[in-house]
Every structure is written in structure tokens, then in C-alpha cells.
């Protein structure tokens, strides 16, 4: 588990380093080279180099009598070839963007998104959740009635259905909060209800009998005592809700309905994967798809061990 | 019995709950079917709210929700205002497809994933677990949408599997034996997909759920008394480790309409999915509310399939109602 913690943090860095990982901002366009193939990286000696890119009728050939080395931080990025060199590493899309910077910047979107989606689920989650469980009565049976409404519809169908229903063409930041608040708006009723168990048997531990014997008020209570027994809970939710979070970003933007173009996001640049055609042309177009698998893998990995640790304890 | 009356009424309360939020957001929702045609220089204001009006949206929310209740009532499910017609009928008729497409899926998948969490739990500590373990993490971290798109781009490529659609174009003049073929070999992509994404889950429970039974005493009992391995795991553990299960089986019943949605757009399959999403596109909510309504008809009775089978396998459970 801590080499799967590892990786992943080291995957989000580098997400979060986009703008300095990357060798080009994500809107570049480089007109004379659209759908070029990934660029061969050759050596000479411990130098990386690149050749010139010259496109013919049937695709791209290296002009070999161009060279441009690989200089390391140039333009204030990491890493990058002089113009009129390219150094395209996955490849570039129909309008000649540099596919491995747009995997980078659109991992922040995705990425962001299941974050903040999934931080805006588990707060109204442990909210609702401990003060149904700890006030019981009337409040309880309305805010787990009302959850129950939200678990009663499909979640794919829920997210699509709610997207429905609000506005089709709005600008990229309001998409982005939009997403955040439906996706977490809707997730938060299965840690809600997890929550309000251990507040439900939370209260009643002698611990906390005895701090409300010592006349502790209900928010005392709650902050001291009842919110930390559900720590436990809350990290292993998180790692469960992230990547279905992410997942749903890419869902609905892969669909249409969610960040669009120019900028990237993994759903959104997956979408061009819908003309198959084009994905046997252009392979490398589904960068951002496989760059899903190690996040997933990676979170898959800790909410197993931590599911485990909380059950044997 | 009583039990059971009280999970009805309660699903259908549920549905009730579910029926006037979704018709609420619906009325809310900025824009509508008509908000497109403004766009459009040559039609005027005045005309598009004489259509409103013709459609009966300029009614007050309750009416509108009563006479959506009635046309339910009827079959019809409202008026569809993309296509023209009753959006009944022409949701009913997508059903069929994105049902074969998720019961075949469904039953694969539970066919394949039970043996093998059970032979899972079976060989906990040795390098069999280990590999299926990493495995079935590696099918579930590999995204549907994916999987769909390269198992397209393959079959594309070889030619081996049709692309997109239910049947061939001439379909119709086959003999039996030869459209049954054809069904199959359009099927079996798409059910490939959905399979590889609800196998893993349905492994991973049978094998946690087995694990946890066979660290139970009566199972050490058995054993001691020489009871063959094969009859230990599937007359004496699994039969244990069936509540859990049975929970997941009913949710697999209640997204029989729901969880093909993505790969029916991706692979063009002609069911709900593609007919969904181009009715979100359209604002043509009266299609959309039926999808959403008949996906949660199905879930809510998915979870009452699931309580039944629960009464009648788990006899814990008898008792205590």
C-alpha cells in the first residue's frame, strides 16, 4: 500500500506540474502538424535528440538532416527542442496539439474535479450524516428518507439526468463548478449513512456518556468525541469516491455534457475516440484514457488496504 | 407477510418522491425544447410561445404533474416533442435491445465471477489469490469507456466483429439458425465489455464473502469430518456467504437498464443509452423523464427482488421480522 501511496502522489505532482512537465501550453496549435505520430526520441551518446519532421502525402518522415537536441529547462518548462523542432511525445490531435501536454493539463480538470467533488460529497456526507445519527429522531428520518431518493435513481442516470436539466452551452469555469457541485451533490448519501451509524453507536460509548455527564454541549460532543470515530470511514470513502468521481468527469465530458473544448480534460479529449476510424489512424489519441489506469489502479490499491486495516481493527 | 407490504409501500412512496423531484428540476431547468428555435432569425417570439402554450407549458406545475401522472397511467409518458409522439412507446421499443444486451451481460458475468471467487477463497495465501487479486484490480481499474473504444478499434481493424447496431442489414432474410448467428456476433463485443466491468466487482464480493465463511467453525467442522472440498465450498460456505450476494444480485437486476448506457453510445447499440442522450441534447425532457422513471422503476424493484430472495435464503432474517 505505501508503494501504491507513493506512486500516486508522484502521478498528482506531476498533474500538478503541468505547466512545467509539459513542453507546450495546452491551447498550441502547430498547423503544419496535425495528427503527427509520436515523436522518436534518438541518442547520441547521453544526449537526447530529435529530427526534423517533414509530412508527406502518406504521413510524417524524419528529415534526417535536421537535428534539434532535447534541452532541458528552456522557455521555462522542464523540457523542450528549439523551433522549428518539434518534440511531440504522444503525438499531436487534428489541430496539432501536443497530446502529452494536453494528458497533463487535462488531468488537473479530471483530477481537481474528483477531489473537489468528492471533498464537497464527504463534508455534506459527515455533516447530514453525524447530526442524523447523533439527534436521531424527526431529522433523521427525513435526511435519510431524502438520501434514499438519490440511491433509489441510477447514479449514471442521476448525473446525466441532473446535467438534463440545467444549461447545455455554458463557459468552462461554470461547467467545472456545475460538475463539481452535481457530482458531489449526488454522492454524498453513502458516506451520509455510513456517518450516521458509528454516530449512532458513537453516542452511546461510555466515553461519550461520561463527557455529556460532565455537561459537555451537543457541538462539543460532536466536534470532540463523535466526529473523530469516523476519520476511519471518511478515508476510505474518499479513496472510493475519488476515482468514480474522476470517472464521471470523463464520463459526461467524453459525452458532451461536460468541460469542452479548448480546454483539455481527460473526458473531453477522449471523446474524438468516438470515431473508431480515427483512433486506428491515430492510436495515441487514447493517451488520456490509459493515463487513467494507474490513478484508478493506484486508488483501487489503498482503498483495499484501508478496508482491510479499519475491518481488522 | 408484513414485512413485505411495508417494503412495497415503501418502494412506491420512493417512486412517488423520485417521480415529483425529477418532474421539479425538470420545470426549473433553464431552457427547454423550443429555447433552440429562438436561435433561429425567421421564427418569432410570438410564435414560440404560441407553441408553448399548444404544448401546454405555460400550465401551472401541479397541472402540468397531474396530466404527466395521467399520461403515465396511460402508457404514453408524456408528449415527446423531438419525435412528435407519445414518448412511450418509443422508449418501450429501445428497451428490448439494452435488455439483451445487459441480461446476457448480467448472467455471463455472475456465471463466471461466482466460480471464481469461490475458487478465490478457496486458495486465500497462495499465488493463485494473489494473481486473481491483481487481476480483477486491473479489470476494474481499466475504464468501460476505454475498453470500449480499443475493442472497437480492433474489430475495426480485423474485421473479425460487426460495428455498431443489432443485426445485419439483411438481417431480415436470414433463416433462424443464421439471424440467431448474427445476433450473437453482433452481441458479443458490447457484452464483452460490460462483462469485464461487472465481473470483477461481482468476484471481489463472492471472494470476501466466501473468505469470511469459511473462517466460520461450522466449516472447520466440516471439514473435520471429511467432507470433499468442492461439497465444503459450494453446499456449505457459499450458501453462508449468500446475504451479502443476494444484495449485489438485486442491484445487478435494478441496473439492467442503466449500466450498458455508456457502451450502447460508444459501440452504437440501438438502446436506451444513444436514445438518452439525444434527448438531454434535444431538451426533450419528456423522454428523459420517462428513461430516468422506468431505470428507477427498475432499480427500486431490483431491491425488492433482492429482500424477497433475502426472506426466503437467509432464514435469520425470517426470524426476525
Not at chain 1, 11 to 37: E, G, K, S
Not at chain 1, 169 to 175: A, F, N
Not at chain 2, 94 to 123: E, N, Q
Request: proline share 6%; glycine share 10%; hydrophobic share 55%.
Amino acid at each position: 500500500m505505501k508503494a501504491a501511496v507513493i506512486v500516486l502522489a508522484a502521478l498528482h505532482a506531476a498533474i500538478l506540474l503541468a505547466f512545467v512537465l509539459a513542453p507546450y501550453p495546452y491551447a498550441d496549435q502547430h498547423r503544419d502538424y496535425p495528427y503527427a505520430p509520436p515523436s522518436h526520441v534518438h541518442f547520441s551518446g547521453a544526449r537526447p535528440f530529435v529530427y526534423g519532421l517533414a509530412a508527406t502525402a502518406g504521413g510524417y518522415t524524419e528529415e534526417r538532416s535536421r537535428t534539434y537536441p532535447v534541452r532541458f529547462l528552456v522557455h521555462g518548462r522542464l523540457f523542450g527542442v528549439d523551433q522549428p523542432g518539434v518534440l511531440f511525445l504522444f503525438g499531436t490531435d487534428g489541430l496539432g496539439r501536443d497530446t502529452f501536454s494536453r494528458v497533463l493539463y487535462g488531468g488537473q480538470l479530471s483530477l481537481l474535479t474528483g477531489l473537489l467533488a468528492s471533498a464537497v460529497a464527504l463534508a455534506l456526507g459527515l455533516l447530514f450524516g453525524a447530526s442524523a445519527g447523533y439527534f436521531g429522531g424527526w431529522a433523521d428520518r427525513v435526511l435519510m428518507r431524502g438520501g434514499e431518493l438519490t440511491m433509489a435513481v441510477p447514479w449514471l442516470y442521476l448525473l446525466l439526468g441532473v446535467r438534463a436539466f440545467l444549461p447545455l452551452h455554458i463557459g468552462t469555469g461554470e461547467t467545472f463548478l456545475l460538475l463539481i457541485a452535481i457530482i458531489g451533490g449526488i454522492g454524498w448519501f453513502r458516506p451520509a449513512r455510513l456517518v450516521r451509524g458509528i454516530a449512532l453507536s458513537g453516542r452511546e460509548r461510555p466515553f461519550v456518556q461520561a463527557a455529556r455527564g460532565f455537561g459537555a454541549s451537543h457541538f462539543y460532543l460532536l466536534r470532540r468525541h463523535v466526529v473523530p470515530l469516523t476519520w476511519g470511514v471518511l478515508i476510505t470513502q474518499a479513496t472510493v469516491l475519488i476515482p468514480q468521481f474522476v470517472l464521471a468527469e470523463v464520463s459526461l465530458s467524453f459525452l458532451g455534457l461536460g468541460i469542452g473544448e479548448p480546454v483539455p480534460s481527460w473526458g473531453n479529449m477522449l471523446a474524438e475516440g468516438r470515431q473508431y476510424y480515427a483512433i486506428l489512424e491515430h492510436p495515441w489519441l487514447l493517451a488520456p484514457g490509459f493515463a487513467l489506469i494507474p490513478f484508478l489502479f493506484g486508488y483501487l490499491w489503498i482503498a483495499d488496504g484501508l478496508s482491510a486495516k479499519y475491518r481488522s481493527t | 407477510m408484513r414485512y413485505l407490504a411495508a417494503r412495497a409501500l415503501h418502494s412506491l412512496f420512493l417512486l412517488i418522491g423520485v417521480s415529483i423531484l425529477c418532474f421539479l428540476f425538470a420545470s426549473l431547468a433553464p431552457g427547454d425544447f423550443y429555447s433552440e428555435l429562438s436561435m433561429t432569425p425567421q421564427v418569432s417570439s410570438g410564435t414560440i410561445s404560441a407553441l408553448r402554450k399548444n404544448a401546454g407549458e405555460d400550465r401551472p406545475f401541479v397541472a402540468r404533474y397531474g396530466s404527466w401522472v395521467a399520461s403515465v397511467a396511460r402508457g404514453d409518458f408524456g408528449y415527446s416533442l423531438a419525435f412528435g409522439a407519445p414518448a412511450g412507446p418509443i422508449v418501450r421499443e429501445r428497451i428490448g435491445a439494452t435488455l439483451l444486451l445487459t441480461v446476457t451481460a448480467t448472467l455471463l458475468a455472475w456465471l463466471i465471477a461466482v466460480p471464481w471467487g469461490v475458487w478465490s477463497a478457496a486458495s486465500r495465501g497462495k499465488w493463485v489469490d494473489g494473481t486473481s487479486r491483481v487481476i480483477l484490480a486491473s479489470f476494474l481499474s481499466f475504464p468501460n469507456l476505454l475498453l470500449a473504444i480499443v475493442l472497437l478499434a480492433i474489430a475495426a481493424q480485423t474485421g473479425a466483429f460487426p460495428i455498431g447496431g443489432l443485426a445485419s442489414r439483411d438481417a431480415a432474410s436470414l433463416t433462424a439458425s443464421a439471424r440467431l448467428r448474427d445476433t450473437v456476433w453482433h452481441l458479443a463485443l458490447p457484452v464483452a465489455v460490460l462483462v469485464a466491468g461487472m465481473l470483477p466487482v461481482i468476484a471481489r464480493h463472492v471472494r470476501s464473502a466466501v473468505a469470511e465463511a469459511l473462517d466460520s467453525p461450522f466449516v472447520l467442522n466440516a471439514r473435520a469430518q471429511g467432507i470433499p472440498r468442492r461439497r465444503l465450498l459450494f453446499r456449505h460456505a457459499l450458501p453462508a456467504a449468500l446475504n451479502p450476494l443476494i444484495t449485489l444480485f438485486g442491484l445487478s437486476l435494478g441496473t439492467l437498464l442503466s449500466a450498458s448506457l455508456l457502451v450502447e453510445v460508444v459501440v452504437g447499440w440501438p438502446g436506451l443509452g444513444p436514445l438518452f442522450l439525444d434527448a438531454i441534447m434535444a431538451r426533450d425532457f419528456a423522454i428523459v423523464l420517462a428513461v430516468v422513471m422506468l431505470s428507477t422503476v427498475f432499480l427500486i424493484a431490483g431491491n425488492l427482488v433482492a429482500d424477497l430472495l433475502l426472506y426466503r435464503f437467509d432464514p435469520r432474517i425470517r426470524v426476525r421480522s
